[in-house]
């Protein structure tokens, strides 16, 4: 079975920089792509960063040019470098597999109908 574990959250000062990382294991990310969601106190969830199958990358507008999404060699391991933080990047923050056409071509019926999912990592970002 799938198993995203994140890490790399904290608490940072306005300005400062973090780095989350994503290892995952029993899925590789080449297969359906990947993606980092975020979801801040009283908000919904959005999608910040993917990087498909061949290693397109695309970002929500509030963050280009100040995150990077990447990956290891092996496909195993994503990152999200952020940068410049601000105070509205406070959140937790997901790697998530959720191209579920994809995956259940791979992992057949039991795929979960939101894909796979990390269990979040803290961002907290001061003035």
């Known amino acids: 079975q799938v198993q995203l574990v994140e890490s790399g959250g904290g608490s940072v000062q306005a300005g400062g920089s973090l780095k989350l990382s994503c290892v995952s294991y029993?899925?590789?990310?080449?297969?359906?792509?990947m993606s980092w969601y975020r979801q801040g106190p009283g908000k919904e969830r959005e999608l910040v960063s993917t990087?498909?199958?061949?290693?397109?990358?695309n970002y929500r507008d509030s963050v280009k040019g100040r995150f990077t999404i990447s990956q290891d060699s092996a496909k195993t391991t994503l990152y999200l470098e952020m940068n410049s933080l601000k105070t509205e990047d406070t959140a937790v923050y997901f790697c998530?597999?959720?191209?579920?056409?994809?995956?259940?071509?791979?992992?057949?019926?039991?795929?979960?109908?939101?894909?796979?999912w990390g269990q979040g990592t803290q961002v907290t970002v001061s003035s």
């Open positions: 990087i498909s199958s061949t290693g397109t990358t």
């Open positions: 998530a597999a959720t191209n579920r056409g994809c995956l259940a071509r791979y992992y057949g019926s039991g795929t979960p109908e939101l894909g796979f």
């Open positions: 029993g899925y590789i990310f080449s297969t359906c792509g």
